[in-house]
């Protein structure tokens, strides 16, 4: 036996002939249950297994999602936020995610994760505050069981894992009680992948066993640079060099995003330890309102990904199979313009903030330290009283 065939394929069925590694969403690798034609497709290891109601609640989320999306792009461009980190195209990985996750279950997001934020309910505008700098995440994560956006790129896996570490010494995974057993699921994108904290996040989930789940949304981008540059072979098959395995599910697909994400989950909360899901998408907006994606991309490729709408595609499966009519599609709209309202006024109403406001949230109790540097520092301040500024 050949190291080649003892170790892993030969190479040339991973890299083509330019030594360039296959990155096309096909083959039978890929997770999909709703075709971008609208049409509802078997798959031998997942199965949707909610209602024809739950697949409505799914389209709702996901225009709804838009809608914030859309909302808070226009609010930077008139100068309410100063910046605005996009998700156009990747709401139905961020749905079926979301709405994979039980009550127990933690998220740590990045700073793109709108739709699994409002799965957890989470208020909009409280995402609108943090991109506002009025505040630094107006929500408290202990009340949707949902981290506050991570900035720093890739540090929230190791959070992650962190968490789910702690909830294994708990005695929170593996007893069989639905309403106990919890995990993990980390949000990050392709680009992270290629971060140290995100490959130490996997060695030591995989290390403890962690009831985490690793979901990458791959949009093809890490800001200008292509995937090609980011890997050699599919992401989703990374995972079995840290000794978990990987899927590849279509990130368009809010079923099949539903499915594999819910099967991740049962997995860790059992006690089977960490799973990678690569969600095969397309980031069809700008990295964030600062980015001009003309510079680095092909208007082609993005033609191409509209036809794979995530949304248009369970619009198309409703209408076609008679399971919404015109009346919950007008309904939907008219929640998003309502939506829409509440996210103009309410961002244009925030408060700025005091310069007292910095100490307050460091620590879940104050120090006496941070206490006494607080009262010196309004002492600070009281001292131009009077002075006419």
């Not at 900035?151 to 570490?165: E, K, S």
């Amino acid at each position: 036996m050949t190291h080649q065939a003892e170790f892993g394929p030969d190479l040339a069925e991973v890299f083509g002939p330019s030594h360039q590694v296959r990155h096309d969403s096909g083959g039978p690798e890929l997770v999909q249950l709703l075709t971008p034609e609208g049409e509802r497709v078997e798959h031998p290891e997942f199965s949707f297994d909610l209602d024809d109601e739950a697949v409505r609640g799914f389209y709702r989320d996901m225009v709804l999602t838009r809608r914030i999306d859309t909302e808070a792009t226009a609010l930077q461009r008139h100068g309410e936020l100063g910046i605005w980190a996009q998700l156009l195209g990747q709401e139905a990985a961020q749905i079926g995610a979301g709405r994979a996750m039980r009550t127990q279950d933690f998220a740590f997001p990045t700073y793109r994760e709108h739709g699994v934020a409002w799965c957890k309910g989470v208020d909009p505008l409280n995402l609108l505050g943090l991109f506002r700098g009025v505040d630094q995440g107006g929500w408290d994560p202990n009340d949707n069981n949902f981290g506050l956006y991570t900035i720093v790129i890739g540090a929230q896996t190791l959070h992650a894992t962190g968490y789910a570490m702690g909830m294994q010494r708990d005695g929170a995974v593996g007893t069989g009680d639905p309403e106990r057993d919890s995990a993990v699921i980390a949000h990050f994108g392709d680009g992270a992948s290629s971060q140290g904290d995100v490959n130490e996040a996997f060695i030591f989930a995989a290390s403890y066993n962690a009831p985490v789940v690793f979901f990458c949304q791959n949009n093809q981008w890490a800001i200008s640079e292509p995937i090609e540059r980011q890997t050699r072979i599919p992401l989703y098959q990374r995972a079995l060099g840290f000794g978990f395995p990987g899927l590849r599910v279509d990130g368009n697909d809010v079923l099949a995003t539903y499915a594999v994400t819910k099967a991740a989950l049962d997995r860790a909360r059992d006690g089977q330890g960490p799973t990678f899901v690569e969600a095969y998408t397309y980031r069809m907006g700008a990295h964030t309102t600062t980015d001009d994606p003309t510079r680095y991309r092909l208007s082609d490729d993005v033609e191409h990904w509209k036809l794979k709408d995530p949304i248009a595609r369970v619009e198309v499966y409703l209408k076609r199979n008679g399971l919404a009519d015109d009346d919950f599609f007008a309904g939907v709209q008219q929640e998003a313009a309502e939506l829409g309202a509440h996210l103009r006024e309410g961002c244009k109403a925030l408060p700025d903030p005091t310069p007292l406001q910095g100490f307050e949230h460091v620590y879940a109790e104050m120090t006496e330290e941070l206490a006494a540097q607080r009262d010196g520092y309004a002492d600070y301040l009281a001292s131009f009283e009077g002075e006419g500024h």
